[in-house]
Nanobody, 122 residues
Framework: QVQLVESGGGLVQAGGSLRLSCAAS????????MGWFRQAPGKEREFVAA????????YYADSVKGRFAISRDNAKNIVYLQMNSLKPEDTAVYYC???????????????WGQGTQVTVSS
């Protein structure tokens, strides 16, 4: 079972940028599809982005397409989420997740980190 630890959250003004990191341990990182989800207060957890094992394929929710970018460093066992042009509606706890196939990651079926808070002020 892979363990995931997110970092990089914080408070930022609308239009600003943040980069989230998720460090993985306890598994063969390069074999995992990695993803990011988010959960705003009073809302369900929703898919944000995913990346395949090689980094050659990426997937995004329509709400973040063109503003967010997911990437990974298999040598460091880290997946990143670069968030640009942030909006107040991006405010949420962001979670990292891992599974062996893209479909499972997109469905939220896999290991989870503890989350990191992102707050975007208007």
């Amino acid at each position: 079972q892979v363990q995931l630890v997110e970092s990089g959250g914080g408070l930022v003004q609308a239009g600003g940028s943040l980069r989230l990191s998720c460090a993985a341990s306890g598994g063969t990182f390069s074999r995992y599809v990695m993803g990011w989800f988010r959960q705003a207060p009073g809302k369900e957890r929703e898919f944000v982005a995913a990346i395949n094992w090689s980094g050659g394929s990426t997937y995004y929710a329509d709400s973040v397409k063109g503003r967010f970018a997911i990437s990974r460093d298999n040598a460091k066992n880290i997946v990143y989420l670069q968030m640009n042009s942030l909006k107040p509606e991006d405010t949420a706890v962001y979670y990292c997740t891992a599974n062996s196939v893209v479909s499972a990651v997109r469905l939220g079926l896999g290991s989870w980190g503890q989350g990191t808070q992102v707050t975007v002020s208007s």
